[in-house]
């Protein structure tokens, strides 16, 4: 088996928003100590001589970053295929909020070289709840309840050190990752099936985003797509 060291090229960091230069440099320090070199910064504050500063010896990540409006600029104008988004505050359950990934899960479950966006929120308000809807999953650190949020370069370096752990093992053949478009076909032919179904459209809506994070979080194989894609198929075929 060959030793795939993908990381450096196919994982994008991605910091909205953010409010604070002397936060950009300590970001990419943190990247540049584990291994990772893709910057990007959405709508950011002016980069100024603390943003290169406080980067150290990371100050490239800072002067290569690639800047964009938005979310959805980013998304149009490069192909991802994993949005990971990394919250603090997950949420409830009632409302189908989706099981978050530990740090650790999030790094063993990583096997692909398709392109993957790890999202960074603002400093005061994280990722807001449109955004956190467009990931394919969501990562969060267990912290104190009574203080668990962390600071954005802090809760960065516990996830980069989880990946950069496990960028030694072996890329075993066959087990690539789901493509973008893969997946979405799969998402299409559920609907298909949950279209037919004879429920309220609240509850086939929810079905529908149910699979979906099932699908996000499990980092299904092309493999695994393709023999789902045959089962889904045919069961669309008999109800129809």
């Given amino acids: 088996m060959e030793k795939k ?4 090229d196919n994982i994008y960091v991605v910091f909205v928003e953010p409010e604070s230069p002397g936060n950009i440099g300590f970001l990419a320090r943190t990247m540049k100590n584990f291994g990772l070199y893709n910057l990007i910064l959405i709508n950011p504050c002016d980069l100024k001589k603390e943003s290169y500063f406080q980067a150290m010896h990371a100050r490239e990540l800072v002067e290569h970053a690639e800047i964009h409006k938005s979310i959805p600029d980013l998304l149009a104008s490069k192909q991802i295929d ?5 919250t ?19 790094a063993e479950s990583i096997r692909t070289e398709g392109k993957i966006a790890l999202l960074f929120g603002r400093e005061g308000d994280g990722l807001y709840n449109e955004e956190i809807e467009i990931c394919d999953a969501v990562v969060s650190i267990p912290t104190d309840e009574i203080y668990p949020i962390m600071n954005i370069t802090h809760a960065a370096a516990i996830i980069f050190y989880e990946i950069f752990k496990n960028r030694n093992e072996f890329n075993v053949e066959g087990l690539e990752e789901a493509s973008l478009s893969e997946k979405e076909y799969l998402i299409e032919e559920m609907e298909n099936i949950v279209e037919k179904l004879d429920i309220p459209p609240h509850k086939k809506k929810n ?6 994070n099932i ?9 695994e797509a393709h023999t789902l894609k045959g089962i889904l198929r045919r069961i669309n075929g008999k109800m129809e």
Avoid: N, V
């Fill in 5 to 8: 060291d993908f990381l450096k």
């Fill in 82 to 86: 994993f949005i990971i988004g990394t």
């Fill in 88 to 106: 603090g505050t997950p949420g409830g359950s009632y409302k189908l909020s989706r099981i978050p990934l530990k740090p650790q899960q999030l």
């Fill in 207 to 212: 079905g529908t985003k149910t699979f979906k």
């Fill in 215 to 223: 699908l996000g979080r499990a980092f299904i194989t092309g493999r």
